[in-house]
């Protein structure tokens, strides 16, 4: 049953926690993961969610990249649309600890890359001139 989580399938879509566990991961939240210890209320609403990615949507919905109201239609298993991974990303950054000069730098990156048109070859907006 593990073999199947540590092989690479190209063609395949990412699943929405495959997402999930690339972004905490690029942002270095590891060792959270690893340490991280799910409380019997949370272990009752990750039950669809393989014993693998538990601990990564635990500190998900801890840091609202995940919304607990979503969760009774959270897929686990389904293909992550593009808009949703803006929107892990975006949830993500936004959560992020640091003054109030280091959030604002990083909202102006969000911005800059939302309107540079890199999120166009995404298709998730429409260059504006």
């Known amino acids: 049953m593990l073999k199947q989580y540590l092989t690479v399938h190209y063609n395949k879509p990412v699943t929405c ?3 999930i566990v690339i972004l905490l991961n690029a942002q ?3 060792e959270e993961v690893k340490n991280y210890q799910l409380s019997e209320e949370q272990q009752v609403l990750l039950q669809k969610i393989p014993d693998w990615g538990r601990n990564h949507i635990a500190l998900a919905l801890e840091r609202g990249v995940l919304l607990e109201k979503n969760m009774k239609i959270f ?10 991974v803006f929107q892990y990303m975006t949830r993500l950054l936004e959560g992020q600890s640091g003054s109030d000069d280091e959030k604002h730098k990083r909202l102006q990156v969000k911005r800059i890359y939302f309107q ?9 907006c429409k260059q504006t001139e």
């Open 17 to 19: 926690l495959e997402a």
């Open 116 to 124: 540079s048109g890199f999120w166009n070859l995404f298709g998730l």
């Open 28 to 30: 270095g939240l590891n």
């Open 75 to 84: 897929n686990p298993h389904q293909g992550a649309k593009r808009y949703e």
